[in-house]
């Protein structure tokens, strides 16, 4: 029975926690102003069905389940109904009922527990850190509930069978103690001991709460609540022109956004982005979860010191900046940006967004990257395309393709532009692509244009690397040209140049409908206008491009396409769709060399490699030039090819003899 004096213990444990909760919020405080955007009715949304219901949780299924059974022992009120049991006869026809569901909530919430345990103990998998913190939150969850039905148990042996009761757990405890052959009276003070330790056990979890890793309990719906609703790939904009700013990105815990530092309490450490990291997977220095995790430490330490420092009226000290202290080089740059850790993180934790942040500041004030970049940077300034090629060569392809060209034909309107981008305009392996698409546009009779060399590169590499500057400019010219040939539609056949045209650029005040080839060509084999009779009987497997699947959510489209040949064997790696592994050329690689650890697109063509695959199929030219690359490195390529969609299209429009060979 809880006594008067209890309720003391009890406000001072809900004191401290509020004090505790208050101190983590003044934390987050430190950080920069950060306004939330869109409707509030997504973020409930958020907070019931990935948090509440768990769905995100349980897509890594097993510890997902666990998750969920520990949630909900700990959250339903099982002590509150076993003193309500104490203090009040409820009617039989609630306590039956509900007796059941508790003691069945808490034999899963026990079950949970051990298997964490074990699983985090005895299994080990290399993703857990196991912390004394996460040990002593278990054991502290685990005695809760034990002796929540040790009570149950005692009281069911000393009042006999209750009719009120339907209570499978604790009515075998309370055989077991009869057997054992206990007074009434020892019984009886026996429940009242351990009534008393859970009391105070629950008194404990409710005061460490915000102290330990439990305070995910709080945090980690925060951020679902509060998450981002931008579009997945848009990074924040920088206001270059702020004549106030001091610095551009974050060398200092306390130039992200208050948003960004709520980020990192929420992590639970449950490691599924460090699983499904590719620069990780390839033996790289980088896990997105140390990261977070090792600015968290470094927020616990920094922010109340800057706190205090406000409080007295003086000024802290400088930190060290973080990259180089805090975060190291080497995993600043061999992130990929390929989102992901952000898909696989049960709580929205945007772990891209403060690396890009970061590598904001030491592309931007300290012009410290890798060295390769220097001439991809050059080459964007001068000519606008990563290898400083002439402009003149941006429309080689099309000199035997009849394909207009919009200052060319001034005035004269058009179904859309064909945006082709750098790799498809310059690459020789991608020409081919973007030639392909060019005679497919031609069959349906599309009325198309190019920009030729007023295309300008739409600045994602640029951007993923942190060079926000050299991003704006280039963005900003390719907007005034489409503005003033009052572009309205626009094709692109990279899921790069997509994002940044459909996501980015509406950043800067230009908004576009932006179609990708692999959705046009679905639309047009649907609506019949594209017939694709040439049989192609090969064994064939589709990789998703980060770009067009995780960023832009297209996953069907392309296989759609496909699946329009029937001819074709297609066949799914274990890795596809939200859990397709990166071909290792975004966030600038494409122009980096992998000088640590296994290279990715080895390590992604050794994924494909287990379908048996005569063809591999994609729709991104970063994704074929590194398959290619990799075919290439593994003299496979008598045997294996790599080819677009556009490819595989024209060549059951038009035949498989059109296109011999793949180099």
Known sequence: MIKTFDVFFILLALVVFIWGISRRFRLWRVGQEYELS??????????????????????????????LFMFVGVLMPLTVI???????????????????VLDLIALAAIAGVVLTIYRRYVSRPPRLDNRLDDLSALVLILLILLTGIFIEGLRLSVIGNDVRAWAPAGQALAALLNLVGLSTSTKGLMAMIVFRIHFVLVLVFIATLPFSKLFHIVSSPMNMLFRSLEPKGSLNLLDLEDEEAESFGVTKIEEFNWKQLMDLDAC????????????????????????????????SLRAPQLIKAKAKGNDLEDAPPLVGN?????????????RSCMDHCPVYIEHVDKIVDMRRYQVLMESKFPEELTAAF???ENNSNPWGMGRDGRVDWAKELDVPILSEIPG???????????????????????????????????KFAILGMEEGCCGDPARRVGNEYLYQILAQTNIE???????????????????????????????????????????SIQSGRLKLDHPLKKKLTYHDPCYLGRYSGIYEPPREVLKSISTLDIREMEHARVDSLCCGAGGGWMWMDEKIGKRINLHRLEDALTTNPEWIATACPFCVTMFDDAIKDKEMEESLKIWDIAEIVEQALFGEKKLTKNS
């Open 38 to 67: 869109g409707p509030t009715g997504p973020r409930i949304k958020s907070l019931l069905v990935e948090g509440i219901a768990h769905k995100r949780i349980l897509q890594d299924f097993f510890p997902g389940l666990l998750h």
């Open 82 to 100: 076993v003193v309500t049991q104490f203090m009040f006869a409820l009617p039989p026809w609630i306590a039956r009922p509900l007796s059941l």
């Open 268 to 299: 639970t450490q449950c490691g599924r982005c460090q699983d499904h990291c590719p620069a990780h997977l390839t033996e790289k220095p980088l896990s997105p979860k140390k990261v977070i995790n090792d600015l968290k430490d470094h927020m």
């Open 326 to 338: 805090i975060i190291q080089e080497d995993e600043l740059w061999t992130c990929t940006t390929c």
């Open 378 to 380: 050059k080459g964007l």
């Open 412 to 446: 004269e309107k058009i179904d859309f532009l064909f945006f082709v981008g750098c790799l498809r305009s310059y690459d020789d392996r991608n020409k081919k692509v973007t030639e392909s698409m060019t005679r497919i546009l031609h069959h349906l009779g599309v």
């Open 481 to 523: 040209t489409f503005k003033r040939y009052k572009v309205t539609h626009i094709l692109t056949t990279c899921p790069h140049c997509y994002n940044t045209l459909k996501v980015e650029y509406p950043q800067l005040g230009f908004n576009c409908d932006v179609m990708h080839h692999a959705v046009f060509l679905q639309e």
